[in-house]
């Protein structure tokens, strides 16, 4: 399990919903989130669920 208790397999197969970069792990305790490494935006990981909504992303 990853420091979010997501699937490694998992972060190895999904992408950012908006332009299809790669997720990396970011914010472990207080807002753990996925951060795009191409465009910057943070998806949040709610209940060790990521939510892969481009609206409810937060712009760097």
Not at 4 to 27: F, K
Request: charged letters at 25%; a negative charge.
């Amino acid at each position: 399990m990853s420091g979010l208790g997501l699937d490694p397999a998992l972060l190895d197969i999904i992408v950012c919903p908006d332009c299809h970069g790669e997720l990396a792990e970011a914010g472990a305790d207080a807002a753990p989130e996925l951060v795009c490494g191409r465009c910057g935006l943070a998806y949040p990981v709610r209940d060790g669920i990521p939510v892969l909504l481009v609206d409810e992303a937060r712009r760097p």
